[in-house]
């Protein structure tokens, strides 16, 4: 199974599915003419397009071209000038028996004997990189009886976004330690296969990511790999944009299916520093600006809240945003906005997929790629929406759903004593920040919509405002379906209301003053139309 040649990949185009070979499936991205990969699974998105876009991008300058192709012979021969020692397409073949050769992400094994690993895997799934329970909708090893694209997805989606499993088992460069992740950040002109991989080649393009000082070419699984640690790759040796392999992986022919043997190695493929936080120059992952230095961003199991993406999306000064999240002029468009995706593990689990599309007006996009006022902005308004929204939810929402959860305790002389360790308020908190997720940035950019920069503090009280009504209608929802015995019912969920309503008054009180204010100017521009 050559990909260069032979059509593996199912792809749906205008209600049309096909079936075409890797070259094909570039020249129709260019054509915008993909709406989708039907075998892919979700978590394998980003995987694929990083390969993608990485891939066209290395063939691209190797040729000394800054156009895209447009037919699919134009790509097969770029592609093919990645691997001018291999005049059989051994790199593009799916399955190689010449073991001192390399196949499709397989590095060669001279001398080695994978039909004797001890893993040997039958279903395409098992080689994929989520490791799941039986709590989990997503079981391993279902895909038993595979077609060579879903080999073809595990196989990228393990060699170029593999964490550490154990010795033996390492994982890939780009990211801030084997239990880490590697995320996709990036700024799309539209939600579409063909827009974002057009728009990211040519950014790329525009890059200095020419590999011609490297001793070592962009495509590891060409170089033999014993798994020794004699044998491991200095990153520094290593072109900018690298396609690397973490496992020992080969895969044979089986009657009608294949086998993947999965071999163990000594060390990592790739040698880092000692002080080595991720820092690969991946032009779709942000930099953390922390107190250990810079290192690759990553996400944690809440996923890409709003808090989170807003520290992605604007503060600067402690994420880096990474090259392809940043907007060039004239390519912001109407139906523009970030793609944020990545898949969160821990230490010998997966903690979730998270994926969020943000769609953002063309003219803030325009801004954000910037040092511009109007960036500064931005930076400025979300975070003090992201201070108030958190001071809603635990000094505000929270005491209240204490009082009301625990009956509004008093201590011996009388006075309220809650329980803060008590974790009853949380569900409902959640339903808060659940809302805040919600409404957060379209509030954000109907509100730096307006020119004048002096109205900045009037969108932030009508925010204060919308929260403390949010968090007023969770609470009322929590007094019908919280437990409290009747006698104490109305005096509990009145002195629930009166501490959400007392804590709300002391956290925004510049709030609680405006309005105030406001009222009063209201009142005496009634009376004087009265006496008129």
């Keep these: 199974m050559n990909i260069l040649v032979d059509p593996v990949f199912s792809v749906r185009s205008c209600d049309v599915t096909l079936t075409l070979s890797l070259p094909e499936v570039l020249a129709a991205l260019c054509a915008d003419n993909i709406e989708d990969f039907p075998a892919l699974r979700i978590h394998q998105g980003h995987p694929w397009h990083a390969f993608l876009a990485q891939l066209a991008t290395l063939a691209l300058l190797a040729a000394g071209r800054d156009d895209l192709p447009t037919t699919a012979d134009e790509w097969r021969e770029l592609l093919r000038g990645l691997t001018l020692g291999f005049p059989d397409d051994e790199p593009w073949t799916l399955a190689v028996a010449d073991l001192a050769k390399p196949a499709f ?59 550490f499993l154990g010795a033996g088992n390492y994982g890939v460069a780009r990211m801030n330690g084997g239990f880490a992740s590697r995320p996709g950040v990036g700024y799309q002109p539209m939600r579409r296969w063909g827009a974002a991989f057009m728009r990211d080649v040519t950014q790329l393009l525009k890059q200095d990511v020419a590999p011609t000082a490297s001793k070592h070419p962009p495509l590891l699984w060409l170089l033999p790999w014993s798994g020794e640690k004699g044998g491991a790759l200095p990153l520094h040796e290593l072109p900018p944009l690298f396609i690397e392999i973490c496992r020992r992986v080969r895969l044979r022919p089986e009657e009608d299916a294949y086998v993947a043997a999965m071999g163990t190695s000594k060390a990592a493929r790739i040698v880092t520093p000692d002080d080595y936080l991720g820092v690969a120059d991946d032009p779709w992952t942000p930099l953390n600006h922390g107190k250990k230095g810079i290192s690759a961003l990553n996400v944690s199991e809440r996923g890409w809240r709003y808090d989170a993406a807003q520290q992605v999306l604007f503060d600067s000064s402690k ?65 003090a929406m992201v201070e108030d929204a ?35 308020p949380e569900p409902w908190c959640n339903r808060l920040r659940d809302r805040v997720d919600g409404e957060f940035f379209p509030f954000l950019w109907e509100s730096v919509a307006q020119e004048d920069a002096a109205q900045d503090e009037e969108a932030r009280l009508l925010w204060q405002g919308r929260l403390i009504g949010w968090g007023l209608e969770i609470l009322e929802l929590a007094f019908a379906r919280t437990a409290v015995r009747n006698a104490r019912y109305f005096k509990v969920t009145a002195k629930a209301k009166g501490i959400y309503n007392s804590c709300a008054h002391k956290q925004f009180a510049n709030y609680y003053e405006t309005k105030r204010m406001h009222n009063a100017q209201s009142e005496q521009v009634a009376v004087g139309e009265t006496h008129e």
């Design 319 to 383: 994420v880096e945003k990474a090259p392809l999240q940043r907007t060039q002029k004239g390519e912001a468009g109407a139906q523009g906005g970030y793609l944020l995706r990545a898949l969160t593990r821990g230490q010998g689990r997966t903690d979730g997929y998270h994926e969020r599309w943000i769609p953002c007006p063309a003219e803030i996009a325009a801004s954000l790629g910037s040092t511009s006022a109007a960036s500064e902005r931005l930076r400025t308004l979300s975070t």
């Design 390 to 424: 958190g001071t809603a939810i635990g000094k505000v929402l929270r005491p209240a759903l204490l009082a009301l959860g625990q009956s509004y305790p008093l201590d011996p002389t009388g006075k309220l004593s809650l329980d803060y360790q008590d974790n009853m």
């Design 105 to 163: 992400l397989q590095p060669p094994m001279p001398g080695e004997k994978p039909e004797g690993f001890k893993n040997q895997l039958r279903a395409a799934d098992a080689l994929d990189i989520l490791v799941t329970a039986k709590s989990h909708d997503v079981k391993q090893a279902t895909i038993i009886h595979p077609q060579p694209q879903h080999w073809i997805f595990s196989l990228i989606t393990l060699q170029t976004f593999q964490g």
